[in-house]
């Protein structure tokens, strides 16, 4: 026996991948279907070797419906997802919305998976941001055995980050460098983004710091520990899809290297590429449509007197959204539902 699962942004790029995800894994499924707003009534979506029409998520009833996925913004969210989850329906949010609501829990299942019963509050539960699920994937095995003080993150974050918007202007403004009649001024972005980085996603905050760099920041608070302090600087890169960190992390014990990377070629959703030589790490477009977060350069910070240094990729799409909400799924299936 499966489950009636509903994918809700079933049009958008992650939402589509959500679908992938489900079909990839085998998901109990016994019957699915795909939301998107009346403007995409009837558009056809894959799912597996199946083929769904999109149906109205405006009047769409949850009643008797076991999990519903969220991909859509924070706006249709706060509309939508309270009607579900007041229907019986257990929401996994990929927005923004519900992440910082101390009555709702944020999960990455590879790290605080036992949180997940705080689902009963509100019968629902955040995924976290693409950039923050990554990173604490890679620093919970570390945590347990060192004990985390400090870290310091960049992110190199792709343009799907943003959206088809982001994907479209990098595109656009990309092939316009080669054609001078062409003009793509920024419209997604603050700056170009073609051959360029920009030091800015999402809105700046009166601290200085914009809003991604303090998701970050009290996302890893959240899942991992509040008392591990964090400083982020977040930039976007002309890169189509795969967000890539340089994280450089203060321990409270001595951790060498090499017993790092043998805790991490352990660890759950972890792969380790670290050989130090030309082309022996991960970069963006090798980690396209995987499942891992990669961990490349893991170094000591001789620096500091309890520090390493290391390389972090995934897929954003991926673990950074869609695969994290079907794991939270799987979670759900086995420890709350248990029907498949």
């Known amino acids: 026996m499966g489950y009636r699962v509903a994918v ?3 049009t958008g790029n992650v939402g589509r991948e959500m679908l992938n995800i489900l079909a990839e894994r085998e998901f109990p499924v016994d019957e699915i279907v795909a939301l998107a707003s009346r403007k995409s009534l009837g558009t056809e979506i894959s ?3 199946k083929t769904l029409k999109c149906k109205d998520l405006d009047t769409f009833d949850f009643t008797g419906w076991d999990i519903a996925l969220f991909a859509v913004g924070s706006e249709a969210t706060k509309i939508y997802a309270p009607k579900a989850a007041a ?9 923004s919305l519900y992440r910082y609501d101390p009555a709702v829990p944020l999960i990455v299942p590879e790290v605080n998976a036992d949180a997940i019963m705080g689902y009963k509050n509100k019968n629902i539960i955040a995924n976290p941001n693409c950039s923050t699920a990554q990173m604490v994937v890679a620093l919970k095995p570390l945590h347990d055995r060192a004990r985390i003080k400090r870290v310091v993150v960049a992110t190199y ?6 959206g088809k918007e982001g994907i479209d202007e990098l595109w656009d403004q990309t092939k316009a460098i080669y054609n001078p009649t062409d003009n793509v001024p920024p419209k997604k972005f603050s700056k170009q ?10 809105v700046f905050l009166d601290s200085g710091e914009t809003k991604e760099e303090w998701k970050m920041v009290a996302e890893t608070k959240k899942i991992l520990d509040p008392a591990i302090k964090v ?14 960190e340089a994280v450089n992390v203060e321990f409270e014990d001595y951790l060498d290297w090499q017993e790092a990377q043998d805790i991490l070629r352990e660890a759950p959703g972890v792969l380790v590429v670290d050989k130090r030589e030309a082309g022996g790490y991960i970069t963006p477009i090798e980690c396209v449509g995987e499942y ?6 893991i170094r000591q910070d001789s620096t500091i007197e309890n520090g ?12 950074g959204a869609a695969l994290n909400a079907v794991q939270i799924a799987e979670v759900l299936g086995n420890r709350v539902l248990k029907k498949g």
């Open 8 to 10: 809700v942004g079933a």
């Open 47 to 49: 799912f597996g070797d």
């Open 87 to 95: 229907a019986g329906c257990i929401v996994i949010d990929n927005s």
């Open 157 to 162: 974050q792709s343009v799907s980050g943003a």
């Open 193 to 202: 983004i073609a051959f360029n980085v920009i030091p800015h996603i999402d």
């Open 231 to 244: 400083t982020a600087t977040c930039v976007r890169v002309p890169v189509f899809v795969g967000h890539s």
């Open 292 to 297: 891992a977060t990669y961990v490349s350069r």
């Open 308 to 319: 390493l240094s290391m390389w972090v990729v995934s897929d954003n799409l991926r673990k």
